[in-house]
């Protein structure tokens, strides 16, 4: 095992500055020892984002090393309208690092809230990774129904993967991650996370959550219910990493954000020299008031959301506004008074 703690990460240009604070996380757990941080990029990120981060990653004492990504090795690989290419890098990394057994993996909307010594020294044996099972909200048996998996079939989520590099090239598993990619593309609705969990079936180790803090445990009974109520409090209550995962307005710098941890992202922010950062300015009055409207937990939005992809509330929310249109005077339907 490498005496340095090897992390890699991948972002394009909107992405630079909060891998900057998942780093200072980092190096705020572990100042003053060996970490490498392998930053993957297209090659049309700017120059000067590129040598920002690299500029930040030095000053809180870490080793910087940059990985341009061919478009052509990731050709053909679905995208998400809000996650672009980057997301397939990870998969990359066995070749693009040959001298390095074992990596962790991080998206860069992650924090890290203690010493990484559990994680990182956990032995994987002939297992080519460790990760957290992904907290479902609601949808799961649908999802794996989809991939052809069992509901049984644990499922991971690929925001922090521990990578046992040396047996993903032993058996070829990156080729074989893009090849069933590629051919079953119209049926993977997380593309990269659901191509790595049909690659890796039965080959991974689960991880505690508090390794992989997802939004969902907050405020989501079934997800909390299917991670097992015991295991969800602890990691919410004493996370090793938190991810910000899911749409804009769970990450920490967006206005309507209210997740406990924002706090801690917004100080390492100001650490680096894209910030401080006010997620407010420049928020328009009605961002304000639903601001000021929001409850504990993450945000009014985000229970809001839970409750509306329920389809028990849909219906009733349905039938609630069709009572209240049936109500209304006939010179406000549009119609003839």
Not at 128 to 150: K, V
Request: aromatic fraction near 8%.
């Amino acid at each position: 095992m490498s005496a340095a703690l090897e992390l890699a990460c991948a972002a394009d240009a909107a992405y630079v500055p909060h891998c900057a604070v998942m780093l200072r996380s980092v190096m705020e757990q572990h100042a003053g020892e060996p970490v490498r941080l392998h930053f993957l990029h297209a090659p049309d990120l700017a120059q000067d984002s590129l040598q920002a981060l690299a500029a930040e990653v030095q000053a809180a004492g870490a080793r910087f090393e940059a990985h341009v990504i061919a478009p052509e090795r990731i050709a053909g690989l679905g995208v998400l309208p809000r996650i672009p290419a980057v997301m397939w890098y990870r998969v990359l990394t066995p070749e693009l690092l040959p001298e390095v057994d074992r990596l962790l993996y991080l998206d860069c909307d992650t924090l890290v809230c203690e010493r990484l010594d559990e994680l990182w020294q956990r032995e994987l044996g002939d297992d080519l990774a460790a990760a957290c099972e992904n907290a479902f909200d609601q949808g799961r048996p649908a999802h794996l129904s989809r991939l052809g998996l069992a509901d049984t079939q644990p499922y991971f989520n690929s925001g922090v993967l521990l990578l046992n590099l040396d047996q993903w090239r032993a058996e070829g598993t990156s080729a074989r991650i893009v090849e069933l990619a590629r051919a079953r593309a119209a049926q993977l609705c997380w593309p990269d996370q659901d191509a790595l969990n049909l690659a890796l079936v039965g080959r991974w180790q689960a991880l505690h959550p508090r390794w992989n803090t997802q939004n969902a445990l907050y405020v989501s009974g079934a997800a909390r219910r299917q991670i097992g109520a015991a295991r969800a409090r602890a990691a919410t209550r004493r996370p090793g990493i938190v991810h910000f995962e899911g749409p804009g307005f769970c990450k920490p710098w967006h206005p309507l954000c209210k997740h406990p941890r924002r706090a801690h992202y917004l100080r390492l922010r100001a650490q680096t020299r894209w910030g401080p950062f006010d997620p407010l300015a420049g928020a328009g009055p009605g961002v304000r008031l639903l601001r000021l409207l929001s409850m504990g937990g993450i945000t009014r939005v985000l229970l809001w959301q839970a409750w509306l992809r329920d389809p028990r509330w849909r219906r009733r929310l349905r039938r609630v506004l069709a009572g209240l249109w049936r109500r209304r005077p006939l010179r406000n339907r549009g119609g003839s008074a």
